[in-house]
């Protein structure tokens, strides 16, 4: 098993940065992708950015060019880089282990005001 938990939401301006967290509490090199997702109200769950184990990336069209994901192995940690933030990025972000362990953080709120 193994368990993950967000942190670096907030409310930032248009334009405006902020980077999240991801904390995994086993090896990343035991999870075969790492994902960000996001949800906005009265909208589906939708993938971000995904970090597979060989290091690939890759990125939703609406965030490519602005967002990053990353990982620093020796802490077990995920990030997402997200730049140019718009109000449409305004949404739950969720950090997902995937196989073999499918398991979900409690989300991490960001708004992006206008």
């Known amino acids: 098993q193994v368990q993950v938990v967000e942190s670096g939401g907030g409310l930032v301006q248009t334009g405006g940065s902020l980077r999240l967290s991801c904390s995994a509490s086993?090896?990343?090199?035991?999870?075969?992708?790492m994902n960000w997702y996001r949800q906005a109200p009265g909208k589906q769950r939708e993938l971000v950015a995904a970090?597979?184990?060989?290091?690939?990336?890759n990125y939703a069209d609406s965030v490519k060019g602005r967002f990053t994901i990353s990982r620093v192995t020796a802490n077990n940690t995920v990030y997402l880089q997200m730049n140019s933030l718009k109000p449409e990025d305004t949404a739950v972000y969720y950090c997902?282990?995937?196989?073999?362990?499918?398991?979900w953080g409690q989300g991490t709120q960001v708004t992006v005001t206008s």
């Open positions: 997902n282990a995937g196989a073999p362990w499918d398991s």
């Open positions: 086993r090896s990343l090199f035991g999870i075969r992708e």
């Open positions: 970090i597979r184990i060989d290091g690939a990336t």
